[in-house]
């Protein structure tokens, strides 16, 4: 602990923790020349935590709100979409025109 290490870039001592191996995995530099080639951010572990980004998966995402809905559900209406045959649900009295996954406005109810 405690190690200072001069970067092969940019010559600056460093903290061990700052340091990492350049992609040959010989070449110890800082964290910043590494962001600088080859554009990742690295954290230095000493200070930011961690953050992982959970990405959306479109596709899937019109599936998961209709789930969501039916659990929570009490005056619903169900639909189908007669181009994807999508089943979607509604509020009753809620005006339904297209459907949220094709965009399709054939929409009949069930
Ligand atoms: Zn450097
Ligand atoms: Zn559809």
């Known amino acids: 602990m405690g190690v200072l290490i001069m970067c092969r870039v940019c010559?600056?001592?460093v903290p061990m923790d700052n340091m990492r191996y350049d992609d040959n995995g010989e070449d110890l530099i800082c964290n910043d020349?590494?962001?600088?080639?080859h554009g990742t951010y690295v954290a230095p572990k000493s200070t930011?935590?961690?953050k992982r980004v959970?990405?959306?998966?479109?596709?899937?995402r019109t599936r998961h709100e209709d789930d969501f809905e039916k659990k929570q559900?009490?005056?619903?209406?169900t639909f189908v979409c007669e181009k994807c045959?999508?089943?979607f649900s509604r509020k009753s009295g809620f005006p339904?025109?297209?459907?949220?996954?094709?965009?399709?406005t054939y929409i009949k109810e069930v």
């Open 11 to 13: 010559k600056t001592k």
């Open 33 to 37: 020349c590494y962001n600088k080639r």
């Open 48 to 50: 930011a935590p961690e």
């Open 54 to 60: 959970v990405l959306n998966k479109p596709t899937e």
């Open 73 to 77: 559900n009490e005056d619903k209406v």
């Open 85 to 87: 045959k999508f089943k």
């Open 96 to 104: 339904v025109n297209q459907c949220p996954y094709c965009s399709s």
